[in-house]
């Protein structure tokens, strides 16, 4: 039997919501800053990626296999900077215990916060790839006005990639294969989801699986409000949250029954 | 108040196979176990404002225990209370980043230590000012010194006002002049309150800190009480068994098996005087005044000199070549190098003094690096070596 009593050791100081603001918010800025520190072009690298993909399926798709979607550059921009944050946020905070014993030693500091930044912190690699998405946007038809939906269904993302996230941080701590294995399957992820095809060029026996993937429902929710200029269906969407609040809780769950022994495996 | 409450505590470490299959081919095996109880059945009680010492060899559960207290871990039996926030020294300098400023580092350490933004900006410059590094604090951290660095994470650590503070083994830090400061730091916090809990294996830090104090024995309390007492019943022991003597380190500077201790090495000039400086070709005396704890037969004393600007290695001299003045060692006892001319050119040197097992199988105790010596005159030479010299010409 093992009982930490009251809130355990960790702190009990009136204001812990403000420090954990505080705390991420500070951790997630100075990760970022260091990612791109020494560099002469600072976070436009963050652009390059996204990019230099989106300029091989341009080439690909648009030249040599055609796939006849309109707007392709603006469609696939879409679904790639979606998606880099989702697999890259993953697969970061899948390490992010192992990597970051430093943090997870500190007495005042809640665990979940580790795998938190490391998603957050690509989050704002998303966030920097978005001026390059409403240039393009510009270039076309313009933003559409639906794009203020944008916050909506990145927060739905936040939940599916933190949820993913944690449970997978805490069972990487116990088997290291996991990581490895989170890799592969971004690998064919990226393959599986829509990102630089439309879900509909599925044949229709296949469609389902393919739906039975959020981030499919995500990219064509992005699309939607980013380059069609529509509202994506309001029951699905909610479903869709509704679905990720469950997957977060449960991630969340799994990382905070197990975190407590962590550092005993690290 | 009781503001600390262990009760029947353990903590068991389990290696290879914790019920999970290690490897694929070890699949289908039983995986064998081990378990080490790194703490077995520990109670006590901290007071709010006491201060408790935590003492015991190397590996005998200090830290275990105090990583329990700071909550980064969990006992596999029992139960630990505790009222208010830890904060802890546990882990010192880690976390700080070596191309982040001085600033931006303590910024962050006192974030990461449990203030909000806006406490840890207030105490930016008090922290500066402690580590006596306001000149530095918008430089990397890449360009400090190792001292620099653990001066600078120490002020962290003890600038965000803990309730409870747990210090492990972390106050070797810096010179003599900034462990004294950093010990004042500690006793105005245990005036205002704080409650601490204390390891270490120095016991004269326990002895001044801690009012009780606790004697780890392979994770069970072997003693606990007034620290004073502990400490006899610990001093006993060792002398009882030299097993049990403590491994002796300073800052990465020392090591040894302690059955001779160092006390004192005084540099001394022509006239007996303590001094630093030598004058070129002047002589020097190297004092080495040493305890030791049991009988030991025929140790060997060594002095040898780096050149502090390229470590280049300029004398080392022990006894055993000549056979020496040494032969049995028991108690205290003074052992003295007179070197009759040092024809060293100018600039600063470090000596490095040890006593070594007849056989050179290992130290008794040896410090390296630790004793600096300025030799007067120009420091721009590149030899090491003014032998005395004269020049002519037919």
């Given at each position: 039997?093992?009982?930490?009593?009251?809130?355990?050791?960790?702190?009990?100081?009136?204001?812990?919501?403000?420090?954990?603001?505080?705390?991420?918010?500070?951790?997630?800025?100075?990760?970022?800053?260091?990612?791109?520190?020494?560099?002469?072009?600072?976070?436009?690298?963050?652009?390059?990626?996204?990019?230099?993909?989106?300029?091989?399926?341009?080439?690909?798709?648009?030249?040599?296999?055609?796939?006849?979607?309109?707007?392709?550059?603006?469609?696939?921009?879409?679904?790639?900077?979606?998606?880099?944050?989702?697999?890259?946020?993953?697969?970061?905070?899948?390490?992010?215990?192992?990597?970051?014993?430093?943090?997870?030693?500190?007495?005042?500091?809640?665990?979940?916060?580790?795998?938190?930044?490391?998603?957050?912190?690509?989050?704002?690699?998303?966030?920097?790839?978005?001026?390059?998405?409403?240039?393009?946007?510009?270039?076309?038809?313009?933003?559409?006005?639906?794009?203020?939906?944008?916050?909506?269904?990145?927060?739905?993302?936040?939940?599916?990639?933190?949820?993913?996230?944690?449970?997978?941080?805490?069972?990487?701590?116990?088997?290291?294969?996991?990581?490895?294995?989170?890799?592969?399957?971004?690998?064919?992820?990226?393959?599986?989801?829509?990102?630089?095809?439309?879900?509909?060029?599925?044949?229709?026996?296949?469609?389902?699986?393919?739906?039975?993937?959020?981030?499919?429902?995500?990219?064509?929710?992005?699309?939607?409000?980013?380059?069609?200029?529509?509202?994506?269906?309001?029951?699905?969407?909610?479903?869709?949250?509704?679905?990720?609040?469950?997957?977060?809780?449960?991630?969340?769950?799994?990382?905070?029954?197990?975190?407590?022994?962590?550092?005993?495996?690290? | 108040?009781?503001?600390?409450?262990?009760?029947?505590?353990?903590?068991?470490?389990?290696?290879?196979?914790?019920?999970?299959?290690?490897?694929?081919?070890?699949?289908?095996?039983?995986?064998?176990?081990?378990?080490?109880?790194?703490?077995?059945?520990?109670?006590?009680?901290?007071?709010?404002?006491?201060?408790?010492?935590?003492?015991?060899?190397?590996?005998?559960?200090?830290?275990?225990?105090?990583?329990?207290?700071?909550?980064?871990?969990?006992?596999?039996?029992?139960?630990?209370?505790?009222?208010?926030?830890?904060?802890?020294l546990?882990?010192l300098?880690?976390?700080?980043?070596?191309?982040?400023?001085?600033?931006?580092?303590?910024?962050?350490?006192?974030?990461?230590?449990?203030?909000?933004?806006?406490?840890?900006?207030?105490?930016?410059?008090?922290?500066?000012?402690?580590?006596?590094?306001?000149?530095?604090?918008?430089?990397?951290?890449?360009?400090?010194?190792d001292g620099?660095?653990l001066r600078?994470a120490f002020?962290?650590?003890?600038?965000?006002?803990?309730?409870?503070?747990?210090v492990d083994e972390v106050l070797a830090v810096g010179d003599l002049?900034f462990q004294e400061?950093c010990f004042?730091?500690?006793?105005?916090?245990?005036?205002?309150?704080?409650?601490?809990?204390v390891a270490s294996h120095d016991?004269n830090q326990?002895?001044?800190?801690?009012?009780?104090?606790?004697?780890?024995?392979?994770?069970?309390?072997?003693?606990?009480?007034?620290?004073?007492?502990?400490?006899?019943?610990?001093?006993?022991?060792?002398?009882?068994?030299?097993?049990?003597?403590e491994?002796l380190t300073i800052g990465g500077r020392r090591?040894?098996?302690?059955?001779?201790?160092?006390?004192?090495?005084?540099?001394?000039?022509?006239?007996?005087?303590?001094?630093?400086?030598?004058?070129?070709?002047?002589?020097?005396?190297?004092?080495?005044?040493?305890?030791?704890?049991?009988?030991?037969?025929?140790?060997?004393?060594?002095?040898?000199?780096?050149?502090?600007?390229?470590?280049?290695?300029?004398?080392?001299?022990?006894?055993?070549?000549?056979?020496?003045?040494?032969?049995?060692?028991?108690?205290?006892?003074?052992?003295?190098?007179?070197?009759?001319?040092?024809?060293?050119?100018?600039?600063?040197?470090?000596?490095?003094?040890?006593?070594?097992?007849?056989?050179?199988?290992?130290?008794?105790?040896?410090l390296?690096?630790a004793?600096?010596?300025?030799?007067?005159?120009?420091?721009?030479?590149?030899?090491?070596?003014?032998?005395?010299?004269?020049?002519?010409?037919?």
């Amino acid at each position: 039997m093992s009982v930490i009593s009251g809130a355990g050791t960790r702190s009990k100081r009136p204001g812990r919501r403000r420090y954990s603001w505080d705390l991420i918010t500070h951790l997630v800025g100075r990760e970022f800053r260091l990612r791109y520190r020494r560099t002469v072009l600072g976070w436009l690298w963050a652009m390059s990626y996204p990019l230099a993909r989106l300029v091989v399926f341009a080439f690909l798709f648009t030249r040599i296999l055609p796939l006849g979607i309109p707007n392709y550059a603006n469609f696939a921009f879409t679904g790639i900077i979606a998606w880099t944050w989702f697999s890259k946020g993953v697969s970061s905070a899948t390490s992010s215990a192992v990597d970051r014993r430093d943090l997870l030693v500190r007495p005042s500091l809640p665990r979940a916060a580790v795998p938190a930044i490391s998603v957050l912190t690509d989050g704002l690699d998303y966030l920097a790839a978005l001026p390059i998405l409403a240039l393009f946007l510009l270039i076309g038809d313009g933003i559409p006005l639906t794009a203020v939906f944008l916050p909506a269904i990145m927060a739905v993302q936040l939940l599916y990639t933190l949820g993913l996230g944690l449970a997978l941080c805490a069972a990487n701590v116990y088997l290291r294969d996991v990581r490895l294995l989170v890799d592969v399957s971004m690998l064919l992820g990226f393959y599986l989801t829509p990102v630089f095809y439309d879900a509909q060029s599925v044949p229709e026996r296949y469609r389902f699986l393919l739906y039975l993937n959020p981030m499919a429902h995500l990219l064509e929710a992005y699309r939607d409000v980013l380059v069609v200029g529509e509202l994506p269906a309001l029951a699905p969407f909610l479903l869709l949250a509704v679905v990720g609040i469950v997957v977060c809780a449960i991630g969340y769950l799994v990382y905070t029954l197990l975190s407590p022994f962590f550092v005993d495996e690290l | 108040m009781n503001e600390i409450e262990v009760a029947g505590v353990s903590k068991r470490y389990r290696y290879a196979s914790s019920g999970m299959p290690r490897k694929l081919k070890t699949l289908g095996q039983r995986g064998e176990r081990v378990d080490h109880w790194a703490l077995r059945e520990v109670s006590f009680a901290v007071a709010r404002g006491e201060t408790v010492g935590v003492m015991g060899k190397n590996a005998s559960g200090k830290s275990t225990l105090l990583r329990l207290l700071a909550g980064i871990t969990r006992p596999t039996v029992g139960s630990i209370r505790i009222l208010r926030s830890v904060s802890g020294l546990l882990t010192l300098g880690g976390g700080m980043h070596p191309l982040l400023s001085g600033e931006e580092n303590a910024f962050s350490g006192a974030i990461l230590a449990g203030l909000t933004r806006a406490e840890a900006l207030r105490r930016l410059q008090e922290i500066a000012s402690f580590a006596e590094l306001e000149e530095h604090m918008d430089q990397p951290l890449r360009t400090y010194s190792d001292g620099m660095r653990l001066r600078l994470a120490f002020a962290v650590a003890i600038h965000v006002d803990p309730e409870i503070l747990l210090v492990d083994e972390v106050l070797a830090v810096g010179d003599l002049r900034f462990q004294e400061k950093c010990f004042s730091h500690l006793e105005s916090l245990q005036a205002a309150g704080v409650t601490v809990v204390v390891a270490s294996h120095d016991l004269n830090q326990i002895l001044r800190l801690s009012t009780r104090a606790l004697w780890l024995v392979d994770g069970s309390i072997q003693h606990i009480g007034e620290s004073s007492e502990v400490v006899d019943h610990y001093k006993t022991a060792v002398s009882d068994s030299m097993t049990l003597r403590e491994p002796l380190t300073i800052g990465g500077r020392r090591h040894g098996s302690g059955e001779v201790e160092i006390l004192e090495v005084r540099l001394l000039d022509s006239r007996g005087k303590e001094t630093d400086l030598i004058a070129p070709g002047g002589p020097l005396t190297v004092e080495i005044e040493f305890v030791a704890h049991q009988e030991v037969l025929g140790a060997i004393f060594v002095v040898s000199a780096h050149g502090d600007r390229d470590g280049i290695r300029c004398f080392d001299l022990h006894t055993g070549e000549q056979g020496g003045p040494v032969g049995r060692l028991h108690g205290p006892g003074i052992v003295r190098l007179h070197l009759d001319r040092l024809d060293l050119t100018g600039g600063r040197y470090r000596l490095d003094v040890g006593i070594f097992e007849s056989s050179w199988e290992r130290a008794y105790d040896y410090l390296w690096q630790a004793f600096p010596v300025q030799v007067s005159g120009q420091a721009d030479e590149v030899a090491v070596l003014r032998p005395p010299h004269r020049w002519s010409m037919q």
